[in-house]
């Protein structure tokens, strides 16, 4: 059954350094979403890609974050200098259309902390 | 800012009792999901409504969109230890686009 891969599973890292998150969707899906996660709360958007373009970034952290999908099909998330405030889960996501009403499939999820 | 209020936020209760999580906005969605979450896992869905009054079963879970298309409901029947999780509704605003998440329920199952 095809999955989202992410990667790595778990990182921990110390204040100001950098970070970086890998996600290869489901092959075919357009719709590609990065969340963060707080234990316990609802995912929050970061960022959303339509094929290699982006679509939604009006919550991400522009000062530090940064993310992109070059080809259309894998993205990297990137964060650096990463602070105290940035530990949670970083969930990625993605669907096979290009709306918003469409089943959503998650990976497992990078799980971020910093010291 | 539209939002998506979930309550209750926490649910400890005993197997074999009934429950029900709400999700309520003052915006429209033209579509509602439910997921769940197990502790260290991306969440999955449950299922989608999309017209106003509707109802699904998904054996022991039942759900309900509003007929205003804003609020919906989860009511799990005879919860067993296998339901513990992050219940979390997501919408598809009429007027953005976007997809909102919920807060989340987090439901514990005791045997």
């Not at chain 1, 998330?77 to 998650?106: H, V, W």
């Not at chain 2, 936020?9 to 074999?16: D, K, N, V």
């Not at chain 2, 997921?35 to 896992?41: D, L, S, V, W």
């Amino acid at each position: 059954e095809a999955e989202v891969a992410q990667s790595p599973r778990y990182k921990i890292t110390e204040k100001s350094q950098a970070v970086a998150f890998w996600c290869d969707p489901i092959s075919g899906h357009a719709t590609l979403y990065w969340y963060r996660q707080i234990l316990g709360q609802g995912p929050e958007l970061l960022v959303q890609f339509q094929d290699e373009s982006v679509v939604d970034d009006s919550q991400l952290p522009k000062d530090r974050f940064s993310a992109e999908r070059l080809k259309g099909v894998d993205s990297t998330l990137k964060i650096q200098p990463a602070e105290l405030g940035d530990s949670a889960m970083y969930l990625c996501a993605s669907t096979r259309g290009r709306g918003n009403t469409g089943e959503l499939f998650f990976g497992e999820g990078s799980r971020l902390t910093v010291l | 800012t539209q939002l998506l209020e979930q309550s209750p936020q926490f649910l400890s209760i005993q197997e074999g009792e009934n429950l029900t999580v709400y999700c309520n906005s003052s915006s429209v969605f033209s579509s509602l999901q439910w997921y769940r979450q197990e502790p260290g896992e991306g969440p999955v869905l449950l299922v989608t409504v999309v017209t106003g009054g509707e109802v699904k079963k998904l054996k022991r879970l039942t759900f309900q969109f509003g007929d205003a298309r804003k609020d919906s409901s989860l009511h799990i029947t005879a919860a067993q230890p296998g339901d513990t999780g992050l219940y979390l509704c997501a919408g598809s605003s009429s007027n953005t686009g976007k997809l909102i998440f919920g807060q989340g329920t987090t439901l514990q199952v005791k045997p």
